[in-house]
């Protein structure tokens, strides 16, 4: 399954509770990348300069990283894709992963939010450092402050969620991953979600798409 939408549509958070109910691990880039940037491995150093300008790392870059990820153990019944592929290289190497290992692509859904919406929930987004587990300081705040109601972690706010990053980041969407979504609409398998209202009724909308 791939979830796709504008940076802040929420594709983490819905991710997550969907690995815990279908019991598939969410497999986002932005956390690979982001973990790579911390260990500063050869994969961190180059990704780092695209991230912080709030472009997309580079295809040849990234998609050694995903391909390793996707052929781990615990990816073999399936796996939720976050924020992967964004470009149509990326979909068309997905493709021939997916191909290669027999497995069809069930659902591509995504989640439509107005600019506005986006920029306000970024904005004040804090991120758990260990788990990586998205809170909002309004919308969703931790119980205590800065600190991960799941693994107890540090919450952070990620660097590029400030608001000139953000709007490069909102672009780079538009440019290279809007086309991506309508591609998969014309090939059948997209469907539209509503990424208005509070994630448990974005929840609710995707779970009735997903079952059906
Ligand atoms: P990535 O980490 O993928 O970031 P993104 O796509 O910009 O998406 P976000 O993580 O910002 O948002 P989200 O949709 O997951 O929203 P969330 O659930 O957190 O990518 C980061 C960078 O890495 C890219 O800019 C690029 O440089 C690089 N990269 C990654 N993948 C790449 C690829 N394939 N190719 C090339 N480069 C790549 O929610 C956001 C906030 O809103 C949170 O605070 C949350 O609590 C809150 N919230 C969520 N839902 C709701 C709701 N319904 N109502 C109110 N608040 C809500």
């Given at each position: 399954m791939i979830l796709m939408g504008p940076p802040g549509a929420g594709k983490g958070t819905q991710a997550k509770l969907l690995e815990a109910r279908f019991r598939i691990p969410h497999v986002s880039s932005g956390e690979i990348l982001r973990s790579a940037v911390c260990a500063k491995t050869e994969l961190g150093?180059?990704?780092?300069?695209?991230?912080?300008?709030?472009?997309?790392v580079p295809d040849g870059v990234l998609l050694g990283?995903?391909?390793?990820?996707?052929?781990?153990?615990?990816?073999?019944?399936?796996?939720?894709?976050?924020?992967?592929?964004?470009?149509?290289?990326?979909?068309?190497?997905?493709?021939?992963?997916?191909?290669?290992?027999?497995?069809?692509?069930?659902?591509?859904?995504?989640?439509?939010?107005?600019?506005?919406?986006?920029?306000?929930?970024?904005s004040g987004r804090r991120t758990c450092r260990r788990c990586e587990s998205p809170y909002h300081v309004a919308y969703s705040p931790p119980r205590r402050?800065?600190?991960?109601?799941?693994?107890?972690?540090?919450?952070?706010?990620?660097?590029?969620?400030?608001?000139?990053?953000?709007?490069?980041?909102?672009?780079?969407?538009?440019?290279?991953?809007?086309?991506?979504?309508?591609?998969?609409?014309?090939q059948g398998v997209l469907r539209d979600i509503d990424g208005s209202g509070s994630p448990q009724e974005v929840w609710a909308r995707i779970l009735h798409e997903v079952d059906a």
């Open positions: 150093l180059e990704a780092r300069k695209y991230m912080e300008r709030g472009e997309l990283a995903v391909r390793d990820r996707l052929a781990a153990e615990d990816c073999r019944d399936g796996f939720v894709l976050d924020g992967f592929p964004r470009t149509v290289t990326q979909s068309k190497a997905l493709g021939e992963m997916l191909s290669a290992a027999g497995k069809p692509l069930d659902h591509v859904v995504s989640i439509r939010v107005p600019v506005s919406e986006v920029v306000s929930r970024l402050d800065a600190v991960c109601d799941k693994c107890g972690g540090e919450l952070y706010q990620r660097s590029d969620d400030r608001e000139e990053t953000i709007r490069a980041r909102l672009q780079a969407h538009e440019r290279q991953t809007a086309p991506l979504i309508e591609a998969y609409r014309e």
